[in-house]
């Protein structure tokens, strides 16, 4: 009686596998060859997602400077402001990204969740 549950089990398991793999090869199929230049791009979009901000804040705390007289720098303290406005840009894309690969994988997830209890 033992044995045919242990066989179903490893049937559906092997299904399972089988079916997750067809649709990763089908999604694959679909996107195309995304290559080297897809991986410099999603490198090049973080990196402007810090750049941007940054670049702006150092604007505006030059043209503060030009404008007000002050005792402290503004565009050092806009540096700062920007330094952390871009970071937590490319945090925000970093997440969705990851989130997107975890909704496209949930199995890889609840697998990783349970080596990490034992």
Known sequence: MTEKPKKSDAH??????????QKRKMRARR????????????????????????????????WIDARFQSQYSWTLMMLLIGIGVGCWNAWFWISRERQS??????????????????
């Open 101 to 118: 690969i975890a909704e496209q994988f949930p199995h890889k997830q609840k697998e990783a969740s349970r080596k990490d209890e034992k």
């Open 31 to 62: 996107q195309g060859d995304q290559g080297v230049w897809f991986g410099l791009g999603m490198f090049g979009l973080v990196g402007w997602s810090v750049a941007i901000p940054v670049l702006i804040a150092i604007a505006v705390g030059i």
């Open 12 to 21: 559906e398991e092997f299904r399972r596998k089988v079916k997750e793999t």
